[in-house]
């Protein structure tokens, strides 16, 4: 699958997980700390938003709706559209938060982001979190490369500090671990 499809398949898994989702749900932690799940929904939209702003070199547009779901899907498909045009993967675009970098990281940073998030939202709702072997395993294989620096990891920063995961553990548990998960949220 290329980068492009990796990416939508995170976004439609998100989709699936949130049309299932009632007010109850909004209120209920999830690992990433601090936040509950109406505060994970209102990320991706804004950072989907701030992604899909950054490789057509746009303003950031404001949510579609108040509804975070319709508010999703509407920021997704216009990323969708945004990544998929002429050039972008090629070309040099503001990776936001971090400076100029070439747009397949850009991309590939957004399909990370989403796919981990799509485990934080299962976990959250305790249904089964495994995520599927192809899209993990990529999602590993580009997350190996973030640097462990207070930009990228710790307090305030996009992701905490790796969790210790058996290097023979499943491919899902090695990414969370990975990008500061413990696989065993929320014990």
């Known amino acids: 699958m290329d980068l492009l499809d990796l990416n939508r398949s995170a976004l439609d898994l ?6 299932d989702l009632d007010e109850a749900h909004l209120d209920m ?4 700390a601090g936040w509950t799940v109406y505060e994970l929904l209102r990320h991706q ?3 989907t938003l701030a992604f899909t702003a950054a490789v057509r070199r746009a303003d950031v547009d404001e ?13 997704t498909d216009a990323a969708t559209e945004a990544f998929r045009a002429d050039g972008v993967l090629e070309r040099e ?12 990281h850009v991309v590939a940073a957004h399909f990370v982001d989403n796919l981990v998030h799509a485990w934080d939202l299962c ?18 294989r580009m997350a190996r490369h973030y640097p462990t620096t ?10 905490a500090m790796p969790v210790d995961v058996p290097a023979d553990a499943p491919i899902t548990d090695r990414l969370v671990g990975l990008l500061g998960r413990s696989p065993n949220w929320p014990a």
């Open 123 to 140: 976990r959250a709702l305790g249904i089964d979190s495994t995520l599927d072997t192809e899209l993990a395993t990529a999602a590993y």
């Open 93 to 104: 675009t503001e990776f936001p938060g971090y400076g100029r970098r070439p747009g397949h």
């Open 45 to 47: 939209v804004e950072s």
């Open 63 to 75: 949510p579609a709706s108040d509804d975070l779901t319709i508010a999703y899907r509407v920021a």
């Open 29 to 32: 932690a999830t690992p990433c």
């Open 14 to 19: 998100n989709l699936k997980l949130m049309a």
């Open 150 to 159: 207070p930009d990228v990891r710790g307090p305030g920063a996009a992701f």
